[in-house]
Every structure is written in structure tokens, then in C-alpha cells.
Nanobody
Framework: QVQLVESGGGLVQPGGSLRLSCGASGSIFSINRMAWYRQAPGKERELVAGITSGGRPNYGDSVKGRFTISRDNAKNTVSLQMNSLKPEDTAVYYC????????????????WGQGTLVTVSS
């Protein structure tokens, strides 16, 4: 059983910073793309940032220049450094990863974490 566990959410004032972390555990042979998504109340889930296994990132337009995604392939972790936070960044943030559990089965599974709440408010 593979799972993703997020940490680092909380309450922060506008202009502040937070760092989210996500670790994958269980039966893992390899991990392809890792990403962070978020969902605000009444809105659809949206991509915040993604990163390939080779370390190439991509970002949603609303966070470019403020957020930085990184990963540690040896530790099966992905992080999201969030700076210059705005009230509109308030949402539940979800970690996502494409994980191949074993070398026999080629298919990658799309795994989601349970989410961590980020609230940006004064």
C-alpha cells in the first residue's frame, strides 16, 4: 500500500511564507511526476506546481514567481515553498504523485495525499 502524507499547513498572515512537505511511503519502485494541487471552498481543484522525476518544474499562473517546488528522489519527498502569500492562496493543498509500486507491473498509480489546510489571513 502506497500513501502520501503532507505536512506544513497552517495559518499565516498575508505576505508571509509557508513550506509544505509530502512524503511517499510503502511499496515504491519508482516515482514519475510529483505535484501539488489546491482546492478552495466552492472552487475546482487546480494545479499549483508539478515537477518531473528529472527535476523540471511547472507552475500555475497564479503562483509563478512566488512558489517553488522541489523534490528529493532519494527520500521520495516533494516540497512546496510558498512566499508572498495572499488571501486567495487559502485552500486545502493536496500532494499528488505517479507511483510505480514494483518492477513487474509497468503501470503508474495516481496517488493523492489527504490534504493540508493553508489559511492566509490577518
Amino acid at each position: 500500500q502506497v500513501q502520501l502524507v503532507e505536512s506544513g499547513g497552517g495559518l499565516v498572515q498575508p505576505g508571509g511564507s509557508l513550506r509544505l512537505s509530502c512524503g511517499a511511503s510503502g511499496s515504491i519502485f519508482s516515482i514519475n511526476r510529483m505535484a501539488w494541487y489546491r482546492q478552495a471552498p466552492g472552487k475546482e481543484r487546480e494545479l499549483v506546481a508539478g515537477i518531473t522525476s528529472g527535476g523540471r518544474p511547472n507552475y500555475g499562473d497564479s503562483v509563478k514567481g512566488r512558489f517553488t517546488i522541489s523534490r528529493d528522489n532519494a527520500k521520495n519527498t516533494v516540497s512546496l515553498q510558498m512566499n508572498s502569500l495572499k488571501p486567495e492562496d487559502t485552500a486545502v493543498y493536496y500532494c499528488n504523485a505517479q507511483i510505480r509500486p514494483d518492477p513487474v507491473v509497468v503501470r503508474y498509480h495516481d496517488i493523492w495525499g489527504q490534504g493540508t489546510l493553508v489559511t492566509v489571513s490577518s
